[in-house]
């Protein structure tokens, strides 16, 4: 993954727990390009690497990138180093931009964004709205107006924000009961949020629907296993209480990683042999056959064989 120094141009509070920030090449160059749906991977100044969306509708050869950041104490401390230790002409690493959650074609759009999940889809909105585009529809859900970054934004007549503190969940069901092919469906957010969108969609076609969490659901670790890792022959076991990419940590095997929560990908490998069972929100049906995500997904079978994915280094 190619790496880019960037200087914090901007930086300001959103609401009491989002901050903004704009990042730019020190020397003035453009940076590489991007499509609305892309991320960074940002090294935070306490050592965190971190995924975080790009808000912009983005482009060839942008002058900058800007991103958002919701500070989570109960996180794992990167967003919290994003606040506290980042300020205007900190020098950050970031990655190039990678798009897993791509824009595409449609007659119509309906966009589904609950609380920090509006980064993506903000990118998507401009976009198609810049473009003179009708029929593009957004839903924003947050918990009160004070904590919804970009409020003034999206008070057209085919925005609803709707606010859950004191008024209860928003129903889905009336945008989502009658399947329409000529609507794409987009939705970031909680994992609530996406699985009540995924099984409020289910008779609805499957390439009609877009999913990214920006937290992966935290399911209970199951039961041990083996890992054969291909390149030398090791075999590393798996305990339950423990991740594949830890426990081939444990074990000396070096696997790159950045959110460690299922949705950046980063610490994907190739899956040789055995079952798995997957739980990250970031690889297709199609890219699930030989690969995996090996901070959260697991094997189903007793022993799986998995090594690196691509043009990895051997561990």
Same mark, same amino acid.
């Given at each position: 993954? *190619?790496?880019?120094?960037?200087?914090?141009?901007?930086?300001?509070?959103?609401?009491?727990?989002?901050?903004? +920030?704009?990042?730019?090449?020190?020397?003035?160059?453009?940076?590489?390009?991007?499509?609305?749906?892309?991320?960074?991977?940002? *090294?935070?100044?306490?050592? =965190?690497?971190?995924?975080?969306? @790009?808000?912009?509708?983005?482009?060839?050869?942008?002058?900058?990138?800007?991103?958002?950041?919701?500070?989570?104490?109960?996180?794992?401390?990167?967003?919290? *180093?994003?606040?506290?230790?980042?300020?205007?002409?900190?020098?950050?690493?970031?990655?190039?931009?990678?798009?897993? +959650?791509? @824009?595409?074609?449609?007659?119509?759009?309906?966009?589904?964004?609950?609380?920090?999940?509006?980064?993506?889809?903000?990118?998507?909105?401009?976009?198609?709205?810049?473009?003179?585009?009708?029929?593009?529809?957004?839903?924003?859900?947050?918990?009160?107006?004070?904590?919804?970054? +970009?409020?003034?934004?999206?008070?057209?007549?085919?925005?609803?924000? %709707? %606010?859950?503190?004191?008024?209860?969940?928003?129903?889905?069901?009336?945008? @989502?009961?009658?399947?329409?092919?000529?609507?794409?469906?987009?939705?970031?957010?909680?994992?609530?949020?996406?699985?009540?969108?995924?099984?409020?969609?289910? =008779?609805?076609?499957?390439?009609?629907? %877009?999913?990214?969490?920006?937290?992966?659901?935290?399911?209970? @670790? *199951?039961?041990?296993?083996?890992?054969?890792?291909?390149?030398?022959?090791?075999?590393?076991?798996?305990?339950?209480?423990?991740?594949?990419?830890?426990?081939?940590?444990?074990?000396?095997?070096?696997?790159?990683?950045?959110?460690?929560?299922?949705?950046?990908?980063?610490?994907?490998?190739?899956?040789?042999?055995?079952?798995?069972?997957?739980?990250?929100?970031?690889?297709?049906?199609?890219?699930?056959?030989?690969?995996?995500?090996?901070?959260?997904?697991?094997?189903?079978?007793?022993?799986?064989?998995?090594?690196?994915?691509?043009?990895?280094?051997?561990?």
């Amino acid at each position: 993954m *190619s790496e880019l120094r960037l200087r914090v141009s901007a930086a300001g509070e959103l609401t009491p727990t989002v901050r903004r +920030f704009v990042l730019r090449d020190p020397a003035g160059s453009r940076l590489p390009a991007y499509e609305p749906g892309a991320h960074v991977v940002v *090294s935070t100044p306490a050592g =965190h690497r971190r995924a975080y969306s @790009l808000v912009e509708p983005g482009g060839a050869q942008p002058r900058e990138y800007v991103l958002c950041v919701r500070r989570d104490t109960d996180g794992r401390g990167g967003s919290v *180093s994003m606040h506290d230790d980042v300020a205007v002409g900190t020098t950050l690493v970031v990655s190039a931009p990678a798009n897993r +959650f791509p @824009l595409a074609p449609s007659p119509r759009y309906l966009f589904i964004a609950g609380g920090i999940g509006i980064t993506p889809i903000r990118a998507m909105v401009r976009r198609l709205r810049a473009a003179g585009r009708a029929g593009v529809r957004l839903l924003y859900l947050t918990r009160s107006a004070a904590e919804t970054p +970009f409020l003034e934004e999206f008070a057209g007549p085919e925005d609803t924000v %709707h %606010h859950s503190g004191g008024r209860g969940r928003l129903d889905l069901w009336p945008y @989502l009961g009658v399947p329409d092919d000529d609507v794409r469906i987009y939705c970031c957010g909680p994992p609530a949020l996406v699985r009540a969108v995924r099984t409020l969609t289910a =008779h609805w076609r499957l390439s009609r629907i %877009h999913l990214e969490e920006f937290a992966a659901g935290h399911r209970q @670790l *199951s039961s041990p296993f083996t890992a054969v890792w291909a390149p030398d022959g090791r075999r590393v076991g798996v305990p339950a209480h423990l991740s594949l990419l830890a426990a081939l940590r444990g074990e000396g095997v070096r696997v790159g990683s950045s959110c460690e929560a299922g949705v950046c990908g980063t610490c994907r490998v190739a899956v040789l042999d055995g079952e798995v069972e997957h739980a990250d929100s970031v690889l297709t049906e199609s890219e699930r056959v030989a690969s995996m995500v090996a901070c959260v997904s697991r094997a189903r079978s007793t022993e799986l064989v998995v090594g690196p994915y691509q043009d990895e280094e051997l561990a």
